[in-house]
């Protein structure tokens, strides 16, 4: 792996995992590489944090990531199926402290 990619891991709906190689030298979230990876993501917003509908579930690695900010909370907290470990995925950037990292899609 080259050192400016990390692997992410998304779980299927059935349980199995992809590893995929993300690139963290070109600012991308973890919402734009992942629906670049073609997931079905809306993101609706844009990646603003207006709108929930790239939320993800952070299976292993929470520890790795950044605080949530009170925008991203505010916004998850609109969610009827909020679980303590979901995420917007539009505000979680992509770093190297992010290798290893395990979700899923919300919901799914």
Same mark, same amino acid.
Do not use: F
């Given at each position: 792996m080259e050192? +400016? +990619?990390i692997t992410v891991h998304v779980q299927n709906p059935d349980g199995t995992?992809?590893?995929l190689e993300a690139p963290v030298d070109m600012g991308l979230s973890l919402m734009e590489y992942l629906k670049a990876c073609e997931y079905d993501i809306l993101a609706? &917003?844009?990646g603003m944090a207006l709108c929930?509908? &790239?939320c993800v579930d952070v299976l292993e690695g929470e520890d790795k990531l950044k605080e949530m900010t009170d925008d991203e909370y505010a916004m998850l907290d609109t969610l009827p199926d909020l679980l303590?470990?979901?995420r917007l995925a539009c505000q979680l950037q992509l770093s190297h402290d992010m290798d290893g990292l395990v979700?899923?899609?919300h919901g799914t």
């Open positions: 050192e +400016n +990619n995992l992809t590893a609706t &917003c844009g929930a509908t &790239c303590p470990n979901s979700v899923k899609l």
